[in-house]
Structure formats: structure tokens, C-alpha cells
């Protein structure tokens, strides 16, 4: 059983209050709000409250019940890290990027000189624009959030980041890495990958809807995929996902295909274009999971670190 207190969707007792006591001030005065209009049960207020308070003991506490938080992964990894949202609660993902940032502003504290660009960027992907909504209402204590509804990215910025002069956070990149697509509906995935590139302050040449269907747009581009300061390409595809075959026969860098859910009937999905560029006769050429922008931008990210 659950209770819808304005926005906020409540379980009857604990399952998704286990959150910093703060996202949850709000809805606590919604709940007895509710009691006063007789909505609600104040012996089911009590029991909300009561959860509610015990989430107020600390970080660790208030996510021990849904997460268990690596926050040196980053560090080990050189890759900013992310939230994979798909299949949490508003607050399960408000509270994991919380506490990163609460991570990271302690880090800064104590030490200014690890914060890099990859590590100063905390990511929640696969966001909808639903999740979001819901997110966006909840108090924040360590940063601020933006998202960006194509790439389906929620960006949070650690509020310690406002206090560090920017050339700290200048990037170890300094190679382009382009992304290019071979349709516009490929633009999500194509998108994914681009902004987690830009979070970890890499400069990005999108070349977006030069599919093979139109070679001639290809061949219009090369200037940009064979220009020297390119360090990397990614080519999103669906359909028959010949791109980056074609792309890895003219251009000198590695090249990282992403095939993507798009097509008719049997690109099952994106297995017809994964297929094709597991097999791609051009040398150099390799290929992430369906749909893995995230995956494809990491993988760039690495190939062009000095």
C-alpha cells in the first residue's frame, strides 16, 4: 500500500524512506497536513515520522538500506562516475548523488589537489523526464543538479567545486574525441555519450545524421573525422549499422561503434547492427553494448589519456 502526499509517493511504512532526513522535511509536513484533513491514519503518520528520523542518524545509515557506495572508484578509474537511474525511486537516486557530493566536498576539504576533471563530475543516466520531476523537488544538501532530457543526464555539481579556482579542473584530455551518429534517432544514445565526455572537460565535435544511406555526407565530414587534434571517433548506428565500418576505413584513430535500438522488425533491436559491426572488416574498429552511450564515452575517454 502507498500513500500520494502532493508530488510524493510514500510507502505505507519503510521501503523508500531511508533517505537524508532532509529530502524528506517536506513530505513530514505534508503527512500531518494530511492527518489534520483526516486523509491519513496518524498511527501510519507515526510510523513515516518515525523512519523519517532514524534516516536523520547519517549518510551511511540513511543508504545502508538500498546502496552501498564506492567513492573511490573514481580515483582508481580516472572516469567520472555515474548513477545508472533506470529501475530506482526519485529518492533512492537523490540520495546517491547527495552523497557523493557530500564525498566530494569532503575530499576537498582536505585535499584540493585529486580534484580533476573526472572527478569533480557526478552523473545519474538513464533519467526520465518522470524521475526527474520528482528528483528536482527534493532538497539537496551538497550541490545542485541540471539535466539534460535528450541525453537523459542529471549533472550534479558539488557545492565545494564553487570554491576551487577552474584550473583545477582542467582537463588531462587534450585530444578531440568526435561523435557522430547515422540518424537523428540516434541522437540519445549519441547524446549520452557526448555529455558524459563533456562532464569530464572533454572537448566534443558532434557530426550527427551522416548515415550511409547519403555517403556523400560522410565524405563532407572528413575534414572533422581526420582532422589531427581527434584523438578518438564514437558512431552510433541502428538499422544495418554499417557506419562505423565506413568510418574506421578513413579515419586513423580508434573508432568505438554503439549500436543502437532503432529499426524495423528484424534489427531485433539493435542485435542486426551490433552483429554487423562485431564483424566489420575495417581494422580498429570496437564495438560496446546496445545503446551503452555511457559505455562508448568511457571507453573513448581512456583511449586518447595521455
Given at each position: 500500500?502507498?500513500?500520494?502526499?502532493?508530488?510524493?509517493?510514500?510507502?505505507?511504512?519503510?521501503?523508500?524512506?531511508?533517505?537524508?532526513?532532509?529530502?524528506?522535511?517536506?513530505?513530514?509536513?505534508?503527512?500531518?497536513?494530511?492527518?489534520?484533513?483526516?486523509?491519513?491514519?496518524p498511527s501510519e503518520a507515526e510510523s513515516f515520522i518515525k523512519d523519517a528520523a532514524k534516516a536523520a542518524t547519517g549518510p551511511e545509515e540513511a543508504l545502508a538500506g538500498?546502496?552501498?557506495?564506492?567513492?573511490?572508484?573514481?580515483?582508481?578509474?580516472?572516469?567520472?562516475?555515474?548513477?545508472?537511474?533506470?529501475?530506482?525511486?526519485?529518492?533512492?537516486?537523490?540520495?546517491?548523488?547527495?552523497?557523493?557530493?557530500?564525498?566530494?566536498?569532503?575530499?576537498?576539504?582536505?585535499?584540493?589537489?585529486?580534484?580533476?576533471?573526472?572527478?569533480?563530475?557526478?552523473?545519474?543516466?538513464?533519467?526520465?523526464?518522470?524521475?526527474?520531476?520528482?528528483?528536482?523537488?527534493?532538497?539537496?544538501?551538497?550541490?545542485?543538479?541540471?539535466?539534460?532530457?535528450?541525453?537523459?543526464?542529471?549533472?550534479?555539481?558539488?557545492?565545494?567545486?564553487?570554491?576551487?579556482?577552474e584550473v583545477i579542473g582542467k582537463s588531462l584530455i587534450s585530444k578531440r574525441i568526435v561523435v557522430a551518429t547515422a540518424g537523428t534517432t540516434d541522437l540519445p544514445v549519441?547524446?549520452?555519450?557526448?555529455?558524459?565526455?563533456?562532464?569530464?572537460?572533454?572537448?566534443?565535435?558532434?557530426?550527427?545524421?551522416?548515415?550511409?544511406?547519403?555517403?556523400?555526407?560522410?565524405?563532407?565530414?572528413?575534414?572533422?573525422?581526420?582532422?589531427?587534434?581527434?584523438?578518438?571517433?564514437?558512431?552510433?548506428?541502428?538499422?544495418?549499422?554499417?557506419?562505423?565500418?565506413?568510418?574506421?576505413?578513413?579515419?586513423?584513430?580508434?573508432?568505438?561503434?554503439?549500436?543502437?535500438?532503432?529499426?524495423?522488425?528484424?534489427s531485433l533491436s539493435g542485435i542486426s547492427a551490433m552483429l554487423t559491426m562485431l564483424n566489420s572488416c575495417s581494422p580498429g574498429v570496437g564495438v560496446v553494448n546496445i545503446?551503452?552511450?555511457?559505455?562508448?564515452?568511457?571507453?573513448?575517454?581512456?583511449?586518447?589519456?595521455?
Amino acid at each position: 500500500m502507498a500513500i500520494k502526499v502532493g508530488h510524493l509517493r510514500i510507502p505505507s511504512i519503510a521501503r523508500e524512506t531511508r533517505c537524508f532526513s532532509s529530502i524528506y522535511n517536506r513530505s513530514i509536513l505534508e503527512t500531518l497536513e494530511l492527518v489534520k484533513q483526516g486523509k491519513l491514519q496518524p498511527s501510519e503518520a507515526e510510523s513515516f515520522i518515525k523512519d523519517a528520523a532514524k534516516a536523520a542518524t547519517g549518510p551511511e545509515e540513511a543508504l545502508a538500506g538500498f546502496a552501498n557506495l564506492d567513492h573511490t572508484r573514481t580515483r582508481r578509474t580516472g572516469f567520472p562516475e555515474a548513477v545508472f537511474a533506470a529501475g530506482k525511486t526519485p529518492y533512492q537516486v537523490a540520495a546517491i548523488l547527495d552523497d557523493f557530493a557530500r564525498d566530494l566536498n569532503e575530499q576537498i576539504k582536505t585535499s584540493k589537489d585529486f580534484v580533476d576533471s573526472s572527478q569533480r563530475a557526478i552523473l545519474a543516466t538513464r533519467v526520465t523526464e518522470e524521475q526527474y520531476e520528482e528528483i528536482e523537488k527534493i532538497q539537496l544538501e551538497h550541490g545542485s543538479i541540471k539535466f539534460n532530457p535528450m541525453a537523459r543526464i542529471i549533472s550534479m555539481r558539488a557545492s565545494g567545486l564553487n570554491d576551487l579556482p577552474e584550473v583545477i579542473g582542467k582537463s588531462l584530455i587534450s585530444k578531440r574525441i568526435v561523435v557522430a551518429t547515422a540518424g537523428t534517432t540516434d541522437l540519445p544514445v549519441a547524446e549520452e555519450a557526448a555529455v558524459v565526455l563533456e562532464a569530464a572537460n572533454v572537448e566534443v565535435d558532434r557530426i550527427y545524421d551522416v548515415g550511409v544511406a547519403g555517403l556523400h555526407r560522410v565524405i563532407n565530414a572528413l575534414p572533422r573525422l581526420q582532422d589531427p587534434d581527434v584523438g578518438c571517433i564514437i558512431v552510433c548506428a541502428g538499422m544495418d549499422g554499417a557506419l562505423p565500418s565506413v568510418v574506421g576505413g578513413l579515419a586513423r584513430v580508434p573508432v568505438i561503434a554503439c549500436p543502437t535500438s532503432i529499426g524495423y522488425g528484424m534489427s531485433l533491436s539493435g542485435i542486426s547492427a551490433m552483429l554487423t559491426m562485431l564483424n566489420s572488416c575495417s581494422p580498429g574498429v570496437g564495438v560496446v553494448n546496445i545503446d551503452n552511450g555511457f559505455g562508448a564515452a568511457a571507453l573513448a575517454y581512456k583511449c586518447v589519456l595521455p
